[in-house]
């Protein structure tokens, strides 16, 4: 990034990379919190998996881009607690790297399928591809964006990993999963975030509150087009939970 486009370009990656630590803190711990559970799941009814994770797709989906839309909501706040002014130029480039974190947990939750079928090397390809694709795309469009454009290339590399391991996962286990919802429950969350970007008032605290109404339109407009039910989701929520006796 320095090279391609300047010092102060990769000053403010740095900082977007450092708000969204809160996100990247939640996505591994939903990792680690799904990966044995999906396993168990399998095990215990191989033929009821898919149906099952079917159902929670959206609502993990609802789940992720909620938390990334309220790091959104905190990256002015968090850059003044921890830098200066200066450097809130970084706040717009929080936007793809927070929706970078939403695809990548979604990866995690539709990539399962790869790992009971023993078929790790589709991971390898998957990651291989998106590298690739970084490193042109980085060459080509940072030094006419700057950041930005790193943070979008980003977001798109986890894109593709995640509908490639959904579509994988679909064709190991032999099922057919649509993902209108979840897809539609990120594109809307990300029109969101973009909204939440535009915001820039003076006074934070009333910088935070705009956003936190463009964050109850999300809400909002999800719940209207039923893209979630509230039960299945504080379902999925308690799934996600240590068993008893589990550390």
């Known amino acids: 990034l320095t090279q391609l486009s300047s010092l102060t370009q990769t000053g403010y990656y740095s900082m977007a990379i450092n708000v969204v630590a809160v996100l ?9 919190a799904w990966t044995p559970r999906a396993f168990q799941a399998y095990a215990d009814d191989e033929e009821s998996y898919m149906p099952t994770t079917h159902a929670m797709h959206p609502h993990v989906a609802v789940l992720i881009t909620s938390v990334a839309l309220f790091n959104i909501i905190l990256a002015k706040p968090i850059i003044l607690i921890f830098s200066t002014e200066a ?11 927070a929706f970078a974190g939403v695809f990548q947990c ?3 939750f539709s990539c399962m399928g790869i790992y009971f079928k023993d078929r790790t090397r589709d991971i390898a390809i998957a990651s291989w591809a998106a590298a690739v694709f970084n490193v042109v795309a980085n060459v080509v469009l ?6 930005i454009a790193a943070g ?3 977001m798109t590399s986890y894109l593709f990993i995640y509908l490639f391991y959904h579509s994988r996962t679909c064709k ?9 919802k979840p897809l539609s429950v990120a594109l809307i969350g990300m029109v969101a975030g973009i909204l939440m970007s535009f915001f820039d008032i003076d006074n934070i605290v009333l ?9 109850g339109a999300f809400i909002l407009v999800i719940v209207v087009l039923k893209l979630f039910e509230p039960k299945q989701l504080i379902d999925t929520v308690k799934s996600l939970k240590p068993a008893s006796g589990e550390s």
């Not at 990247?24 to 680690?32: P, R």
């Not at 190991?172 to 209108?180: E, I, R, T």
């Not at 910088?207 to 964050?215: K, N, S, T, V």
């Open 142 to 147: 940072i030094p006419f964006f700057g950041a």
């Open 106 to 108: 979604l990866s995690q």
């Open 87 to 97: 450097y809130l130029a970084a706040a717009p480039i929080v936007v793809p790297l």
């Open 24 to 32: 990247t803190l939640f996505v591994t711990t939903f990792s680690k």
């Open 207 to 215: 910088d935070c509150f705009a956003r936190l109404a463009i964050l």
């Open 152 to 154: 979008v290339i980003t």
């Open 172 to 180: 190991y286990l032999n099922y057919k999963s649509s993902l209108m």
